[in-house]
C-alpha cells in the first residue's frame, strides 16, 4: 500500500491525496476512519488496550481523526491516551502532520492545547506539520500554528529547509519572513508570552510528576538518568528548551534524581503554599526555569552539590538585586554558556518564585517590598512583573534541578 505522505511529497503542487484504506483487523481502526466516535469510545473502554493498534503502516486511530478532522474523536483520544498525538507512522509523520496538510485547524489547536510537543514532531525527512502546510499552501494552517508554537519558523529538515524555503506562494513567503522578523527583537519575543504559557501549563504539570515520580533508582544519591528521546518526558522538556533554541540540536536530556535535595525542595514549596494561602497560583508561582551561569563547572555543581549548587549573584553582575538568578527561555541562557568538546550543557529547574517584585541592584534578601506605607516579604525579584523573563531567588533550597540539557549548534 502506498505511503500518503511519499505520494504527497511527490509534487507539492497537488493535492494531498485521498487516505489509505483502513486495516480490517481491529474494529477501532474502522470506527476512527468513519468517525463512529460512539462505536470507538465502546471499544476502548471495554478493551482499554485497543487504543494503540496500529496500521501496517503505522496509523494509529489519531491518525485518522487529525486526517480527516474528527475533532470531538481526538479529544477522546488525547483524554484516553495523549501519548498518541505524538505517535509516528511508517514515515515517521505524526497526526499533526495531516491535520496541517488538510487545514484542519481546529484539530490543530486542540493538540497545541493538550500538548504542544505534538506539533513539533519531525517526520523521516525532518519535516514538521509547519512544513507540510506550507507546501500545501495554507496560510491560515500555518498562522495557528506558528501562533501555538512559534519555534516552528526556524525548524530544519534533512535538507537543511525551513518552512519559508519550501514555500511557493508570495503571501505565505511574506507571512514566514515577517514572523522570523518579528521573533529577533529580541529573540525571546518571538512568541505570545501570554498564550504560549497557558498552553504550557498542562505540560509542566506533567513534567513535574516525572521528575519525581518517575525515577530509575531511589534518588538517596546524586544521580543523572539518560532520557529515551522517544519518551513523552523528552519530548516535553526539549518543547520547553527549544520554544526559544529551535536551531540547536539537543544531544542528549538527563533526569536528575536526588531525593534529599527534592525532599528539601518540596518542604520549600509547601511552606510557601501555606504561607500564601489562598493567594497561591500554581501556574505563576511555581516553574520550570533554566539556570543562568557562565561557569564552565556549574552544571556539575549544581547536579551534585547539596549546598552552594548555584552562585549566588551580587555587586555589578546583580542587575535586579543579589540572588541566584534564573530565566524563563533559554536563549538567555546560552550566550552565558561556553561549550566543552562541542557540546554546551544547560539546567532545567523546578523553581517555587511565589510573589514577586521588581528588582533593582544591591537590593539584598530578604526583599521587602513597601506599599501603602506597609511592607511584606516577597519571595523572589523579576525583571519585569507583567512578562517577567528574569527572577532571582534568594535561596537555593526552593529549586530543584531536574533536568541537564546536552545539546550542539
Same mark, same amino acid.
Given at each position: 500500500?502506498?505511503?500518503?505522505?511519499?505520494?504527497?511529497?511527490?509534487?507539492?503542487?497537488?493535492?494531498?491525496?485521498?487516505?489509505?484504506?483502513? &486495516?480490517?483487523?481491529? +474494529?477501532?481502526?474502522? @470506527? $476512527?476512519? =468513519? *468517525?463512529?466516535?460512539?462505536? /470507538?469510545?465502546?471499544? #476502548?473502554?471495554?478493551?482499554?488496550?485497543?487504543?494503540?493498534?496500529?496500521?501496517?503502516?503505522?496509523?494509529?486511530?489519531?491518525?485518522?481523526?487529525?486526517?480527516?478532522?474528527?475533532?470531538?474523536?481526538?479529544?477522546?483520544?488525547?483524554?484516553?491516551?495523549?501519548?498518541?498525538?505524538?505517535?509516528?507512522?511508517? &514515515?515517521?509523520?505524526? +497526526?499533526?502532520?495531516? @491535520? $496541517?496538510? =488538510? *487545514?484542519?485547524?481546529?484539530? /490543530?489547536?486542540?493538540? #497545541?492545547?493538550?500538548?504542544?510537543?505534538?506539533?513539533?514532531?519531525?517526520?523521516?525527512?525532518?519535516?514538521?506539520?509547519?512544513?507540510?502546510?506550507?507546501?500545501?499552501?495554507?496560510?491560515?494552517?500555518?498562522?495557528?500554528?506558528?501562533?501555538?508554537?512559534?519555534?516552528?519558523?526556524?525548524?530544519?529538515?534533512?535538507?537543511?529547509?525551513? +518552512?519559508?524555503?519550501? @514555500?511557493?506562494?508570495?503571501?505565505?513567503?511574506?507571512? /514566514?519572513?515577517?514572523?522570523?522578523?518579528?521573533?529577533?527583537?529580541?529573540?525571546?519575543?518571538?512568541?505570545?508570552?501570554?498564550?504560549?504559557?497557558?498552553?504550557?501549563?498542562?505540560?509542566?504539570?506533567?513534567?513535574?510528576?516525572?521528575?519525581?515520580?518517575?525515577?530509575?533508582?531511589?534518588?538517596?544519591?546524586?544521580?543523572?538518568?539518560?532520557?529515551?528521546?522517544?519518551?513523552?518526558?523528552?519530548?516535553?522538556?526539549?518543547?520547553?528548551?527549544?520554544?526559544?533554541?529551535?536551531?540547536?540540536?539537543?544531544?542528549?536530556?538527563?533526569?536528575?534524581?536526588?531525593?534529599?535535595?527534592?525532599?528539601?525542595?518540596?518542604?520549600?514549596?509547601?511552606?510557601?503554599?501555606?504561607?500564601?494561602?489562598?493567594?497561591?497560583?500554581?501556574?505563576?508561582?511555581?516553574?520550570?526555569?533554566?539556570?543562568?551561569?557562565?561557569?564552565?563547572?556549574?552544571?556539575?555543581?549544581?547536579?551534585?552539590?547539596?549546598?552552594?549548587?548555584?552562585?549566588?549573584?551580587?555587586?555589578?553582575?546583580?542587575?535586579?538585586?543579589?540572588?541566584?538568578?534564573?530565566?524563563?527561555?533559554?536563549?538567555?541562557?546560552?550566550?552565558?554558556?561556553?561549550?566543552?568538546?562541542?557540546?554546551?550543557?544547560?539546567?532545567?529547574?523546578?523553581?517555587?518564585?511565589?510573589?514577586?517584585?521588581?528588582?533593582?541592584?544591591?537590593?539584598?534578601?530578604?526583599?521587602?517590598?513597601?506599599?501603602?506605607?506597609?511592607?511584606?516579604?516577597?519571595?523572589?525579584?523579576?525583571?519585569?512583573?507583567?512578562?517577567?523573563?528574569?527572577?532571582?531567588?534568594?535561596?537555593?533550597?526552593?529549586?530543584?534541578?531536574?533536568?541537564?540539557?546536552?545539546?550542539?549548534?
Amino acid at each position: 500500500m502506498p505511503s500518503p505522505r511519499k505520494d504527497k511529497d511527490k509534487d507539492k503542487n497537488k493535492e494531498p491525496p485521498s487516505q489509505p484504506a483502513a &486495516n480490517e483487523g481491529h +474494529p477501532i481502526l474502522t @470506527a $476512527a476512519m =468513519y *468517525g463512529r466516535l460512539d462505536e /470507538l469510545r465502546q471499544i #476502548a473502554i471495554s478493551e482499554p488496550d485497543s487504543v494503540r493498534r496500529k496500521e501496517q503502516d503505522g496509523w494509529t486511530i489519531a491518525h485518522w481523526a487529525a486526517r480527516r478532522g474528527f475533532i470531538n474523536m481526538l479529544g477522546f483520544i488525547a483524554d484516553r491516551a495523549p501519548g498518541l498525538l505524538l505517535s509516528q507512522d511508517n &514515515n515517521g509523520a505524526g +497526526p499533526g502532520h495531516y @491535520a $496541517a496538510s =488538510y *487545514g484542519h485547524d481546529g484539530i /490543530l489547536s486542540l493538540m #497545541a492545547e493538550r500538548d504542544p510537543a505534538a506539533l513539533m514532531v519531525q517526520d523521516n525527512e525532518g519535516n514538521s506539520p509547519a512544513h507540510d502546510a506550507t507546501k500545501h499552501n495554507r496560510l491560515i494552517t500555518l498562522k495557528v500554528l506558528v501562533e501555538s508554537c512559534p519555534s516552528l519558523i526556524y525548524g530544519s529538515n534533512a535538507k537543511g529547509q525551513r +518552512p519559508v524555503d519550501v @514555500a511557493e506562494r508570495d503571501e505565505i513567503k511574506k507571512f /514566514l519572513k515577517d514572523s522570523e522578523k518579528a521573533s529577533m527583537v529580541p529573540a525571546v519575543q518571538l512568541q505570545n508570552l501570554t498564550r504560549e504559557a497557558r498552553l504550557l501549563n498542562a505540560q509542566n504539570a506533567v513534567l513535574a510528576l516525572y521528575c519525581r515520580n518517575y525515577w530509575a533508582t531511589n534518588g538517596s544519591e546524586a544521580t543523572q538518568i539518560k532520557v529515551a528521546e522517544e519518551s513523552t518526558e523528552h519530548h516535553m522538556v526539549h518543547v520547553e528548551f527549544a520554544r526559544t533554541m529551535a536551531r540547536a540540536a539537543v544531544s542528549a536530556i538527563q533526569r536528575v534524581e536526588d531525593r534529599p535535595r527534592l525532599d528539601r525542595f518540596l518542604a520549600a514549596r509547601d511552606a510557601a503554599r501555606q504561607r500564601h494561602g489562598s493567594k497561591w497560583d500554581d501556574e505563576t508561582m511555581e516553574r520550570w526555569l533554566f539556570f543562568m551561569e557562565s561557569d564552565g563547572d556549574s552544571v556539575e555543581r549544581a547536579v551534585t552539590s547539596m549546598s552552594g549548587a548555584f552562585r549566588n549573584r551580587s555587586g555589578d553582575a546583580a542587575k535586579y538585586g543579589n540572588g541566584i538568578y534564573w530565566a524563563r527561555e533559554a536563549t538567555y541562557v546560552d550566550d552565558l554558556l561556553q561549550a566543552r568538546g562541542g557540546l554546551k550543557a544547560m539546567v532545567m529547574a523546578r523553581v517555587v518564585v511565589g510573589a514577586v517584585m521588581p528588582g533593582r541592584p544591591n537590593l539584598k534578601p530578604p526583599y521587602i517590598k513597601v506599599k501603602n506605607g506597609k511592607q511584606r516579604e516577597v519571595d523572589a525579584l523579576v525583571d519585569s512583573t507583567d512578562e517577567p523573563l528574569t527572577f532571582v531567588i534568594p535561596t537555593e533550597e526552593r529549586v530543584y534541578p531536574a533536568y541537564v540539557i546536552s545539546y550542539g549548534s
